[in-house]
Antibody, heavy 121, light 110 residues
Framework: QVQLVESGGGVVQPGTSLRLSCAASGFTFSDYGIHWVRQAPGKGLEWVAVISSDGNNKYYGDSLKGRFTISRDNSRNTLYLQMNSLRTDDTALYYC??????????????WGQGTLVSVSS | QSVLTQPPSASGSPGQRVTISCSGSSPNIGSYTVNWYQQFPGMAPKLLMYSDDQRPSGVPDRVSGSKSGTSASLAISGLQSEDEADYYCAAWDASLNGWVFGGGTKLTVL
């Protein structure tokens, strides 16, 4: 079955960096685009970024451009999210989620359980 | 403020039918299909409807989706206590070049 396991979250200070990882299994990773979605405590879902199956196309949420970078290693079945210049409002549960097809235009069909990022001084 | 607008709450009694709306605009719902997600407290979201009106396997047929113009709707008939959850719509937005979610609707079964 499809499994997505996020890791790398933690408590960090404002202005620092953090890299999240998402290990995928149960499907052919290189055949699917993958999304990052976050959810601040008690708030709704906010789309963060998506990367196509071959890694050539990447799109980001408006408020995140320039600070976050999505990437993938198809040889390791792993997705990454590099987060720089973190702010307190980046505090959230970060979900890795599979797209329904190869491109970024496919919506999410499976979700991981999330990894918590807390930005606090 | 979300690009896709949902009512913050909805409610119904067991057995009733409830509808949740998702209002967008031409670059998103008006041009692309809509997905719906269900989320229980403390859990990851789950795909409930895709391509406007297609149910993934395992989703009962008392759950249905529709779209007209720049608005989409999720309907749940024969409401059950286990339907109490948060519901989100999502679509690609061509002007933002990214995905957008609705703000979410909390469904309460009275």
């Amino acid at each position: 079955q499809v499994q997505l396991v996020e890791s790398g979250g933690g408590v960090v200070q404002p202005g620092t960096s953090l890299r999240l990882s998402c290990a995928a299994s149960g499907f052919t990773f290189s055949d699917y685009g993958i999304h990052w979605v976050r959810q601040a405590p008690g708030k709704g879902l906010e789309w963060v970024a998506v990367i196509s199956s071959d890694g050539n196309n990447k799109y980001y949420g408006d408020s995140l451009k320039g600070r976050f970078t999505i990437s993938r290693d198809n040889s390791r079945n792993t997705l990454y999210l590099q987060m720089n210049s973190l702010r307190t409002d980046d505090t959230a549960l970060y979900y890795c989620a599979r797209a329904g097809g190869t491109s970024a235009y496919y919506g999410i069909d499976y979700w991981g359980q999330g990894t918590l990022v807390s930005v606090s001084s | 403020q979300s690009v896709l607008t949902q009512p913050p709450s909805a409610s119904g009694s067991p057995g009733q039918r409830v509808t949740i709306s998702c209002s967008g605009s031409s670059p998103n719902i008006g041009s692309y299909t809509v997905n719906w997600y269900q989320q229980f407290p403390g859990m990851a979201p789950k795909l409930l409807m895709y391509s406007d009106d297609q149910r993934p396997s395992g989703v009962p047929d008392r759950v249905s989706g529709s779209k007209s113009g720049t608005s989409a709707s999720l309907a749940i008939s024969g409401l059950q206590s286990e339907d109490e959850a948060d519901y989100y719509c999502a679509a690609w937005d061509a002007s933002l070049n990214g995905w957008v979610f609705g703000g979410g609707t909390k469904l309460t079964v009275l």
